[in-house]
């Protein structure tokens, strides 16, 4: 099904039969309507060399130029995936999409950059970085990277300062669950926090009690249910909740603000509501699979159709889904991620006597934009321009890319979608460019279709067809202090004022 190999075996071209796009350097979009965050208008889009260079109305061009009709479709800024796990070490295996094949899947799906996390290796933050740097030198789109941080010393405390003021990296997560392996405890989140703070940089929480977690799956496994259901009921909403809760107001204490990656329950979104609403700077990511999916499939007979389902927090029981989308649209929640991170049958069936080796992770980088317009903005819940920031401009802001990425604006990088809303999609584990040979969403349809992507000014998705380009992405630097920091210095100032006046004195004894 796929149209595309791998990168790094000989000659792409000769042996796949897949060229490298074609189209001139110089594009001209004409006729769609412009949808940016802040607004849309009918108007051409000209790029030249990868970067728009005009928007506006009826521009005229020579010869040279490829000319793409948008007319009665819209034109928007590619997606941004904020949380994917490409070519992850986990659970005793390796998620199945690397930087070449999960990106050429996120391309013919409208998303064209996408924010990975780096493991350390044995502990170092340097390591991972390097081995990351390697695996996506086969990048067919723009890429930058988050950091987990596992365990706390003076080394790692050094190597985040490496990170942010030298690799580019401005966001680090901590595991709150994954007892054993990836699991932080609440001394090293404090601590994580504090420098997090210190360096601009925006701390990430995996929000579910791992001690709690551990303890419900040895109830589950005691009970006999070791099949995929084990999974849901051994880590139930109200553990998301409480770590939620707690990161929270731990960011709260240290006065940093905080991005809770994929939001699943309506236990965690009400978390997230109250703290905004109190004032705190608390972003809540929802992901797809968490936005138009409920349990049922985890209770399928067949064990690998169930094992699909697995991942962490859990997908939850009918009725989250609704509440979620029903935040993202009200601004509890702001932007969508997908938690891409996808093995395949043979790889899930690690767990297939016990649900505690099943590979937690789903597919979702290819299916994001295409759901999200038709949960979200066909059914009614939001506007296109909504759709604009949820799905590209507010990862853009959040992260300190912005107007770079995220935006239809003179100077920004030309990574664009033309979207027919009158067009539909279907989406098919057979069809799909994912390697894995599974799709959570298999079966669905919808109305809308993203029919050209266009990455760094090239169209590489035209007509059903890819045409990418192993090598062409780029490493995208991300500097500390985003907005997300603006007046944290002054309510620090407050605070400490507040503290030493007015200044106790004591009767003296005598
Ligand atoms: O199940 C999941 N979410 N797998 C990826 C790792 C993570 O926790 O994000
Ligand atoms: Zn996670
Ligand atoms: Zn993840």
């Given at each position: 099904s796929n149209q595309f190999c791998d990168a790094g075996i000989g000659n792409h071209e000769s042996t796949c039969g897949i060229s490298p796009s074609s189209s001139s350097s110089k594009l001209l979009i004409k006729g769609g309507t412009v949808v940016n965050a802040h607004q849309q208008e009918i108007a051409d889009v000209y790029v030249e060399d990868g970067v728009i260079v005009a928007v506006k109305p009826t521009i005229k061009v020579g010869d040279d130029v490829t000319l793409l009709d948008a007319t009665g479709k819209y034109v928007m800024p590619g997606g941004i995936d904020p949380h994917t796990h490409l070519a992850m070490e986990f659970m005793g295996t390796e998620t199945i999409d690397d930087f070449f094949s999960g990106?050429?899947?996120?391309?013919?799906?409208?998303?064209t950059m996408h924010i990975d996390f780096v493991i350390p290796v044995n502990g170092s933050l340097v390591a991972g970085f390097e081995a990351y740097e390697r695996k996506a030198k086969k990048s067919c789109m723009d890429y930058g990277f988050h950091m987990a941080i596992t365990k706390w010393d003076e080394s790692v405390s050094r190597e985040m300062e490496i990170m942010v003021k030298e690799k580019g990296i401005n966001s680090f997560k901590f595991f709150m669950a994954y007892k054993g392996s990836l699991m932080i405890n609440d001394e090293l989140l404090l601590q994580g926090l504090k420098r997090c703070k210190s360096l601009g940089a925006l701390a990430m929480v995996h929000a579910e009690n791992g001690d709690a977690v551990f303890e419900g799956q040895k109830r589950m496994i005691e009970l006999g249910i070791t099949g995929p259901e084990g999974h849901a009921l051994s880590r139930p909403a109200v553990l998301e909740g409480e770590a939620t809760a707690r990161a929270i107001r731990l960011a709260r204490f240290v006065n940093t603000p905080l991005y809770i990656v994929h939001v699943m329950s309506i236990d965690a979104m009400e978390e997230i509501s109250k703290a905004r609403k109190s004032g705190q700077k608390v972003i809540g990511e929802p992901v797809v699979s968490g936005l138009v999916l409920d349990d049922s499939g985890l209770w399928d007979p067949d064990f690998i159709t169930a094992a699909k389902y697995v991942m962490s927090p859990p997908i939850r029981e009918s009725g989250h889904d609704?509440?979620?989308?029903?935040?993202?649209?009200?601004?509890?929640l702001q932007l969508v991620g997908t938690d891409h991170c996808v093995f395949n049958s043979t790889q899930k069936a690690l767990g297939i006597d016990d649900f505690r080796k099943i590979p937690n992770g789903v597919n979702g980088i290819e299916e994001r934009m295409h759901l999200v317009w038709d949960t979200m903005v066909e059914s009614g819940q939001i506007s296109v321009t909504d759709y604009v920031r949820i799905t590209s401009t507010e990862c853009?802001?959040?992260?300190?890319l912005y107007p770079r990425k995220g935006a239809i604006l003179t100077g920004s990088d030309a990574d664009i979608i033309i979207f027919n809303p009158n067009s539909s999609f279907e989406i098919s584990a057979s069809s799909h460019h994912s390697r894995t040979d599974t799709n959570v969403f298999d079966g669905r349809k919808g109305k809308g279709k993203v029919e050209v992507t266009i990455v760094g000014g090239r169209v590489v998705w035209q007509d059903d067809e890819l045409k990418v380009v192993p090598g062409s992405g780029k490493y995208i630097e991300m500097p500390p202090?985003?907005?997300?920091?603006?007046?944290?210095d002054k309510s620090d100032a407050k605070y400490l004022s507040s503290l030493r006046a007015p200044v106790r004195r004591f009767n003296s004894a005598s």
């Open positions: 990106q050429a899947a996120a391309l013919a799906g409208g998303t609704k509440a979620l989308q029903a935040a993202l649209s009200t601004g509890v853009a802001r959040i992260f300190n202090f985003s907005y997300l920091f603006n007046g944290i």
